[in-house]
């Protein structure tokens, strides 16, 4: 319908007292809101408020737990409002595109950050959720990056780095929302000579002098073969050689529980008080009871039980058989459940399993009901696990790392794989066949593993070399174009 067409929806609509558009909008999504602007001169220009994309930037936050504090709102024109409010779904709908094309995604912007310090490693990159910030490692040193967001160029220098004390390497990196203060969580693994260490910082970006904080005491384990294997913004879970140990950081409690000889856990997921566990190359889910806590002040090291209250295993089966078998399970890959314990019928936990179909990279995408108030007589939870979809992907098995994957919503997930040098992305709907396609990431060196994604910005941050080969800079890559950009926008 043309903006001015005189017709009944016309007149119905701008009859309207104001304030009732304004509640309409609030219940819209910035989709639908955009193809409302095309029905009425009123809905063209009501559709502009800035406060209305203000109210739809902090919902999507909001639901994403995307670190709103990345995006200063009272400074944002209106179309750059739009422009991130809408980024996610242009993002995807861009993905579906190409796939019936040449399914080659070339990003309309590039950005580098190359800092002073030519020794600079560039490690275990992490984007916090929303893609304006990074977060990387260099050798014991944490850093926190400014990549920009619509025009904003990215900055040379670190806004924020601490040095972890003692630390012979920085291990691993994970992120998650906050829950008890508007800051983000920074979950770093390190090693020392002869411990492994955990450490929860949180920090607030946006403010004009950032700095990294420490959460709770630093957790300690004797020995360095351990891993985390789930996180959440309460729990860590560490995997050990005989053992693995789970530790509440927000009150300081911990247990541990023995590991079975020959089955080594690959992941956990907490969701209302139950443990879900995913063990390497098992084609099985299994659920058992949160054990009791213990104070971690009153012992050395975490009290051990010999095994876990197991109340239900279900088999990993492929999407539509339930008699074929997942092949080689390595992972359960969600890596955004939000940092929440909390499943509802509304927000389900998903659960994405990594998996060998004939040489080739497959996701099986599971949803899983369980009962928000588990019965404690029976200590049981009434509990479902479905497959509601498959991606299914042209990349090598054998040569898969940097895996991510979102849900964009209830139907929708997004799914990134690293395959040598090539970075395939991917779009499956609930019962429906998947899309895909490649993202081009110019100069991403055979098996690179400090690639990261963001969904809901479109963008990916890559190390790649410098162009006389002695160390590494950080392309930031954006796929999705910005309003009133034209598409052959130069490199800067």
Request: glycine content about 6%; aromatic content about 8%; hydrophobic content about 40%.
């Amino acid at each position: 319908m043309a903006i001015g067409d005189s017709n009944s929806t016309d007149k119905c609509f701008s009859a309207l007292p104001t304030d009732i558009l304004f509640n309409i909008l609030e219940f819209l999504s910035p989709h639908d809101i955009l193809r409302l602007r095309q029905v009425s001169w009123k809905s063209f220009h009501i559709t502009q408020e800035r406060s209305i994309w203000i109210k739809l930037l902090q919902q999507l936050c909001s639901e994403h737990d995307i670190y709103a504090a990345s995006f200063p709102l009272a400074d944002l024109s209106l179309d750059e409002l739009e422009n991130i409010t809408t980024a996610g779904r242009r993002f995807t709908l861009r993905i579906r595109r190409n796939s019936v094309l040449d399914q080659i995604i070339c990003p309309l912007y590039i950005h580098t950050i190359q800092s002073s310090n030519v020794d600079e490693e560039f490690e275990n990159m992490r984007f916090l959720p929303g893609g304006r910030f990074l977060l990387t490692t260099n050798e014991r040193v944490l850093k926190l990056w400014d990549l920009g967001f619509c025009a904003h160029p990215p900055s040379q220098d670190a806004l924020a780095f601490i040095e972890i004390p003692d630390a012979t390497a920085i291990v691993g990196l994970r992120t998650r929302a906050s829950h008890t203060n508007p800051g983000a969580l920074i979950i770093v693994s390190s090693t020392t000579s002869c411990e492994f260490c955990v450490h929860i910082f949180q920090i607030s970006p946006a403010a004009s002098a950032p700095e990294f904080t420490l959460l709770a005491p630093v957790l300690v384990l004797p020995g360095t073969e351990y891993g985390v294997i789930g996180a959440t913004s309460r729990h860590i879970a560490v995997a050990g050689p005989v053992s693995t140990v789970l530790w509440n950081f927000i009150d300081d409690t911990w247990v541990s529980w023995a590991r079975t000889p020959g089955e080594f856990e690959d992941a956990v997921y907490l969701c209302n008080d139950n443990i879900l566990i995913l063990h390497a190359a098992s084609p099985q889910l299994f659920i058992a009871a949160v054990p009791p806590h213990f104070p971690r002040s009153s012992s050395e090291s975490p009290p051990l039980i010999q095994s876990l209250d197991v109340l239900h295993v279900f088999p990993l089966c492929r999407f539509g058989d339930e008699a074929d078998s997942l092949v080689q399970c390595v992972s359960g890959v969600t890596l955004v459940f939000h940092g929440r314990e909390l499943g509802t019928e509304d927000q389900p936990l998903y659960i994405d399993i990594l998996s060998d179909e004939c040489g080739k990279t497959l996701f099986t995408h599971f949803v899983i009901q369980l009962a928000e108030n588990p019965s404690e007589s029976t200590n049981t939870a009434v509990c479902s696990i479905a497959a509601v979809g498959e991606t299914v992907t042209c990349a090598l098995y054998h040569l898969s790392h940097s895996l991510h994957l979102e849900w964009l919503d209830r139907e929708t997930v997004q799914s990134f794989v690293v395959a040598g040098n090539t970075l395939h992305v991917g779009v499956s709907d609930v019962g429906r066949e998947s899309v895909g396609g490649i993202l081009v990431t110019p100069g991403l060196q055979l098996n690179e593993r400090n690639v990261d994604f963001c969904s809901f910005s479109g963008r990916v941050c890559a190390r790649v070399p410098l162009d006389d080969g002695d160390g590494y800079k950080v392309l930031v890559l954006d796929y999705v174009e910005r309003k009133g950009d034209h598409l052959n926008v130069g490199v800067a």
